[in-house]
């Protein structure tokens, strides 16, 4: 069974940070492209960053860049994502995602979902 399991949220003050991560099971994922998006409430889920299957290329909503950092290590099979700076408008179910048919960073098209872990930042 394919798996991606987030973990590392919480709640967090305003201005402290948070690092996500993402390990998948049941096949490799070194080969795909990775994401990160957040659902907050009553709105839609939206894109937060994405890399490249080696690491070399990342992409990053406006919102978050300069603040956060995604990374990945192939040999956990896992995808990170480092935020600093947290704002109560970073606030939201962040979801990490796999494209298994592309190795570049894009905002759309993922294949394989995890379940979410919940980041609360207090003003």
């Known amino acids: 069974q394919v798996q991606l399991v987030e973990s590392g949220g919480g709640l967090v003050q305003a201005g402290g940070s948070l690092r996500l991560s993402c390990e998948g099971s049941?096949?490799?994922?070194?080969?795909?492209?990775m994401g990160w998006f957040r659902q907050a409430p009553g709105k839609e889920r939206e894109f937060v960053a994405a890399?490249?299957?080696?690491?070399?290329?990342?992409d990053y909503a406006a919102s978050v860049k300069g603040r956060f950092t995604i990374s990945r290590d192939n040999a956990k099979n896992t995808v990170y994502l480092q935020m600093n700076s947290l704002e109560p408008e970073d606030t939201a179910v962040y979801y990490c995602a796999a494209d298994r048919d592309s190795r570049w960073p894009g905002r759309t098209e993922y294949d394989y979902w995890g379940q979410g872990t919940q980041v609360t930042v207090s003003s």
């Open positions: 049941g096949r490799s994922f070194r080969s795909d492209a």
């Open positions: 890399i490249s299957w080696n690491g070399g290329i990342t």
